[in-house]
């Protein structure tokens, strides 16, 4: 262990003295480069010099090379090995941070986790957010003005005419006269007395910071409906593609038979041909269902706030759950629970009574306001045309005072402001009352809608039975030569209308349940 210290300090002590050596060497060589050395001496001197200097510099260096690379080596694991861990952090959280909004579309996503990504990365929910805290700097600008104000000035005045450098403050006291003077002073200043404007607008401001919250509310709130009601769109569009794939593969089945049936002369050309053109109808359904259901994925990922990507969103869910238990479908009791929930009807209640906090705000200008001012600061006078004995070209000034203000007379501007902001009173009142009519609309609309969705999906469900034993049954008798295509073709077809409707049904009801918690107020 000994030893190996001693190497390293042998080691050390001879590149510090490399070092210097070669840096003596390039000292010598500009120097000599400088000197002024008669022309007919010039190149062989010169030449020499420089290749002697030239040759030692090299040598010295690439022992100092040598004697580095020695030091060096021992730590190179070392360094190596940090340099590769701090590269991979690096380029690991520059990875985290660029694609913090792009979702793994790996996995299957429930409705709740939708909702959970939507939250955090829906750009709405960002300006709503930012929104409140403008709000909040502006309550803080505001309060501000409450409190003593302090600001300093400078400045060079230049006069055309002779001035007094201070007024007089006594009997025969010396002056001293200047048509230049530079100054400085600090202010202070404060409201005692307004009427209640900064009070007001302040409040103001705190009733508009709320209903902006309210906003964020039922902005959230109604991201969750439209989340939900492409989710079960979603759903159901893949069903009916499921349905219409069933259909497809029934008829190809049919066909083959019907083929066969025909090679053994039991079934007409024409048959064949009309499961084709079938066949055909089905396939452009399939087209435009999948098309549609590629529409709602992209309509889903921009709800997400995420970015585009080659991949959708894998769905997974059931819309043949229906939970009847925790629907009330009374119209009193789901009334008076909107009134109470509903973010935009507070936010309207809000901003009306930030608009009144507003206009007490303007009227009280008709009060006198009372501020406080006082100031202290040196004044200087660089040149003087006349000066007395005894005076002084540098002195201190400091004033305090009390200022009423009040308007008398400004041709009806703050009376035409009043009336202004009286409107916009009148406005934001009827606004809360059209929200009143709005909830009475959505809530009763909502609860209808449930109840005919409930009745139809009761009825289809039975329909789908009825459809699939008539299609079994003109399956039967076609290959038994005692039915037609036709028969079979519109048995299909009525299966197929019927599961249609069925899984409208289903996602309509959902959309309905969705519909009514977002008229109530439901939860974030």
């Given at each position: 262990?000994?030893?190996?210290?001693k190497?390293?300090?042998i080691l050390?002590?001879?590149y510090?003295?490399l070092?210097k050596?070669?840096?003596?060497?390039h000292?010598?060589?500009?120097?000599?480069s400088?000197i002024?050395i008669?022309?007919?001496?010039?190149?062989?001197?010169?030449?020499n010099?420089?290749?002697?200097?030239?040759g030692e510099?090299?040598?010295?260096?690439?022992?100092l090379?040598?004697?580095?690379?020695?030091?060096?080596k021992r730590?190179?694991?070392?360094?190596?090995s940090?340099?590769?861990?701090?590269?991979i952090?690096?380029?690991?959280?520059n990875?985290s941070?660029?694609?913090?909004?792009?979702?793994?579309?790996?996995?299957?996503?429930?409705?709740e986790?939708?909702?959970?990504?939507?939250?955090m990365n829906?750009?709405?929910?960002?300006?709503?957010?930012?929104m409140?805290?403008?709000?909040?700097a502006?309550?803080?600008m505001?309060?501000g003005?409450?409190?003593?104000?302090i600001?300093?000035t400078a400045?060079y005045?230049?006069y055309l005419?002779?001035?007094?450098?201070i007024?007089?403050r006594?009997?025969?006291?010396?002056g001293?006269?200047t048509?230049?003077?530079v100054?400085?002073e600090?202010?202070?200043?404060m409201?005692i007395?307004?009427?209640?404007?900064?009070?007001?607008?302040?409040?103001?401001?705190?009733?508009?910071?709320?209903a902006q919250?309210?906003?964020?509310s039922q902005?959230?709130?109604?991201?969750?409906f439209?989340?939900?009601s492409v989710?079960y769109s979603?759903?159901?569009?893949?069903?009916?593609?499921?349905?219409?794939?069933?259909?497809?593969s029934?008829?190809?089945e049919?066909?083959?038979?019907?083929?066969?049936?025909?090679?053994a002369?039991?079934?007409?050309k024409?048959?064949?041909?009309r499961?084709?053109?079938?066949?055909s109808?089905?396939?452009?359904?399939?087209?435009?269902?999948?098309?549609?259901?590629?529409?709602k994925q992209?309509?889903?990922i921009?709800?997400?706030g995420?970015?585009?990507?080659d991949?959708?969103?894998?769905?997974?869910g059931?819309?043949?759950e229906?939970n009847?238990?925790?629907?009330?479908?009374?119209?009193?009791?789901n009334?008076?629970?909107?009134?109470?929930?509903?973010?935009?009807?507070?936010q309207?209640?809000?901003?009306?009574?930030?608009?009144e906090?507003?206009?007490?705000?303007?009227?009280s200008?008709?009060?006198?306001?009372?501020?406080l001012?006082g100031?202290?600061?040196l004044?200087?006078?660089p040149?003087?045309?006349?000066?007395?004995?005894?005076?002084?070209?540098?002195?201190?000034?400091?004033?305090?005072a009390?200022?009423l203000?009040?308007?008398i007379?400004?041709w009806?501007?703050?009376g035409?402001?009043?009336?202004?902001?009286?409107?916009?009173?009148n406005?934001?009142?009827?606004?809360?009352?059209?929200?009143?009519l709005?909830?009475?609309?959505?809530?009763?609309?909502?609860?209808?809608?449930?109840?005919?969705?409930?009745?139809?999906?009761?009825?289809?469900e039975?329909?789908?039975?009825?459809?699939?034993?008539?299609?079994?049954?003109?399956?039967?008798?076609?290959?038994?030569a005692?039915g037609?295509?036709?028969?079979?073709?519109?048995?299909?077809?009525?299966?197929?209308n019927?599961?249609?409707?069925?899984?409208?049904?289903?996602?309509?009801?959902k959309?309905?349940?969705a519909?009514?918690?977002?008229?109530?107020?439901?939860?974030?």
């Amino acid at each position: 262990m000994k030893n190996l210290e001693k190497r390293n300090i042998i080691l050390k002590t001879n590149y510090l003295y490399l070092l210097k050596k070669l840096l003596f060497c390039h000292a010598e060589f500009i120097s000599a480069s400088k000197i002024k050395i008669p022309k007919q001496v010039a190149n062989d001197s010169v030449t020499n010099v420089s290749f002697r200097l030239k040759g030692e510099i090299l040598s010295v260096a690439r022992s100092l090379t040598c004697v580095r690379d020695d030091i060096l080596k021992r730590y190179n694991y070392f360094i190596v090995s940090i340099l590769i861990i701090s590269i991979i952090i690096f380029n690991f959280c520059n990875k985290s941070s660029a694609d913090s909004n792009i979702l793994n579309l790996a996995e299957s996503l429930t409705l709740e986790q939708c909702i959970d990504i939507a939250l955090m990365n829906n750009p709405d929910i960002k300006i709503n957010e930012q929104m409140i805290k403008e709000y909040t700097a502006k309550k803080d600008m505001v309060s501000g003005t409450l409190f003593p104000n302090i600001k300093g000035t400078a400045g060079y005045t230049h006069y055309l005419d002779n001035q007094r450098f201070i007024p007089v403050r006594s009997l025969n006291e010396p002056g001293l006269f200047t048509n230049d003077m530079v100054s400085g002073e600090f202010i202070i200043q404060m409201p005692i007395f307004d009427g209640g404007k900064i009070i007001n607008e302040i409040k103001s401001i705190e009733l508009l910071q709320q209903a902006q919250e309210h906003l964020l509310s039922q902005t959230k709130k109604q991201l969750i409906f439209n989340i939900s009601s492409v989710y079960y769109s979603i759903l159901k569009q893949q069903m009916l593609i499921e349905s219409l794939d069933f259909s497809y593969s029934n008829l190809k089945e049919h066909l083959k038979k019907t083929i066969a049936l025909k090679e053994a002369k039991k079934a007409a050309k024409v048959d064949i041909l009309r499961i084709e053109v079938r066949l055909s109808d089905i396939e452009h359904k399939l087209l435009k269902e999948k098309n549609e259901i590629i529409i709602k994925q992209i309509f889903l990922i921009n709800l997400l706030g995420i970015k585009q990507t080659d991949s959708f969103i894998k769905l997974k869910g059931n819309l043949q759950e229906i939970n009847l238990e925790n629907i009330n479908t009374d119209i009193e009791q789901n009334l008076n629970k909107a009134y109470k929930n509903r973010s935009d009807y507070k936010q309207a209640i809000k901003e009306v009574q930030a608009q009144e906090k507003k206009l007490e705000s303007i009227k009280s200008v008709y009060i006198p306001d009372i501020i406080l001012q006082g100031s202290y600061g040196l004044k200087w006078a660089p040149t003087s045309t006349e000066q007395q004995t005894g005076a002084s070209n540098l002195d201190d000034a400091g004033k305090i005072a009390v200022f009423l203000t009040m308007p008398i007379f400004d041709w009806n501007v703050i009376g035409s402001q009043i009336k202004q902001e009286e409107y916009k009173l009148n406005v934001k009142q009827e606004i809360v009352r059209k929200i009143e009519l709005k909830i009475n609309l959505e809530v009763e609309t909502a609860i209808l809608n449930i109840k005919s969705n409930l009745s139809q999906i009761k009825a289809l469900e039975k329909s789908i039975e009825q459809a699939k034993e008539s299609l079994n049954i003109e399956q039967n008798k076609y290959e038994l030569a005692k039915g037609t295509i036709i028969d079979v073709l519109d048995a299909q077809a009525e299966l197929l209308n019927a599961q249609t409707n069925y899984y409208n049904s289903l996602a309509n009801y959902k959309i309905s349940v969705a519909q009514l918690n977002l008229s109530c107020g439901g939860e974030e």
